[in-house]
């Protein structure tokens, strides 16, 4: 009875713990709340932002007030560990220098994991594959990181354009109408969001709104963004519309958008080719064809025993 009574305490725990947690996740992670921690939270560098998403004033600690004279303030200026940190969506320098010590320490963990652990002949040999890998690893990881974060951008550039143009021929600024975009992209694209808020983020402390889109396409590395940003530079030296240029770009950039989707739907009949091939044929085969070779070897057997 008292094993009973502890395993069902021990199951209606753990059931709560996981509800407990379980609401706790679902709750942060809604649509209002999303909203309201870009309202109200730090942004993505480091710094206190309003309500209109524009950064104030600086929240780093001391230490980091020291280290912030290093910070680069242009993607020309920064190293290569945080252009890809940036790429990512990780700004500052405390996510480069957490991403450097993962990347060397990383290997030391494993591969000194790898030496205390095996034995034999082969111990140096998985010592040396497990560094290996452990160095492998971070590069990989962020490479998805960045691959996703651009895929993001890019498939919500169209929208983006689409809500400029509202906002434009509703008589908002290029400014006003980058400012309100932001927050309404916040929900179904939190990156291309994140960008937008750094731009008005960088005009605001002083850049050229030329400068600040440039900074823009340097971050994302994505081509549609360096084709929205060479089209504007083109249309603010001869004074085009931007209306007119961003609804023709809007336009190039869904066609390209549902271009991708069609390739990606016609790629499904050879990628199917290896699932096919390892996993249904063999199955296939056996039921087929067991049956027949079971008899052929019985048939032989008996011609051989006589």
């Known amino acids: 009875m008292s094993l009973e009574l502890t395993l069902a305490a ?15 996740v679902l709750t942060r992670n809604t649509a209002g709340r999303r ?16 309500r209109g998403g524009a950064a104030l004033t600086p ?50 963990v494993l591969g000194g994991g790898a030496l205390l652990l095996t034995h034999g002949p082969l111990k140096l040999v998985m010592a040396v594959l497990m560094g290996m890998l452990g160095y492998i690893i971070p590069g990989f990881v962020l490479s998805r990181l960045v691959a996703k974060r ?15 143009i509202v906002c434009l021929e509703a008589g908002s600024s290029l400014d006003q109408a980058i400012l309100k975009t932001s927050q309404d992209l916040d929900v ?16 605001r402390a002083g850049k050229p709104r030329l400068e600040a ?23 603010d030296r001869f004074g085009t519309s931007i209306s007119l240029a961003l609804r023709t770009h809007a336009d190039t950039a869904r066609t390209k958008r549902r271009q991708r989707a069609e ?13 096919l091939a390892f996993c249904l044929f063999p199955a296939f085969y056996v039921v087929t064809l067991g049956s027949a070779v079971v008899k052929f070897v019985h048939f032989f057997s008996e011609q051989v025993l006589k």
């Open 10 to 24: 021990v199951f209606i725990s753990v059931a709560l713990a996981s509800g407990a947690l379980s609401t706790l």
């Open 35 to 50: 909203r309201l921690r870009t309202l109200t939270d730090a942004g993505p560098a480091g710094l206190i932002v309003d």
């Open 59 to 108: 929240s780093l600690a001391p230490a980091m007030q020291r280290l912030a004279r290093f910070i680069p303030t242009s993607p020309k200026d920064m190293s290569r560990v945080q252009k890809r940190m940036a790429g990512a969506g990780y700004h500052g320098l405390g996510p480069a220098v957490a991403f450097t010590a993962i990347r060397f320490g990383l290997p030391a």
């Open 150 to 164: 651009q895929k993001v951008i890019q498939n919500g550039l169209p929208d983006a354009l689409d809500l400029f």
């Open 188 to 203: 179904p694209y939190p990156p291309l969001a994140e960008e937008l808020r750094m731009i008005t983020t960088e005009m």
């Open 213 to 235: 889109f440039k900074n823009f396409a340097a971050r994302t590395a994505v081509d549609d963004v360096r084709a929205l940003v060479n089209m504007l530079v083109q249309a």
């Open 263 to 275: 390739e990606r739907a016609q790629k499904i009949g050879v990628k199917l080719v290896f699932p």
